[in-house]
C-alpha cells in the first residue's frame, strides 16, 4: 500500500524546510525529484508557499492580527 504525503500532517509540517527543500529536488519514494526541472530559486518559492498553505489551513482565529481578519457578509434573503 502507498501512502501519499499530507501536506497538513503535524509530521511534514514540523519537517524542517531543508528537509522539504531536499524531497522538492531529489524526490522521496513515489515521488520523482524535480531538482532537473525547477530552479532552485523556484523550488524555496515552491516551500514558501507549502507553508503559507499550512498556516492558512491550520490557523486559527486568535493567531490572525484583529485588524486583519475578515467579516462575514450577510447574505441577503430571495
Known sequence: MVVIGNLHDPRIVQQPDGEIFHTISLGRNLMQGYGANIAAADRWAILAY????????LATLEEVPEGLRATPEVMPCL
Open 50 to 57: 507549502v507553508r503559507a498553505l499550512q498556516l492558512s489551513h
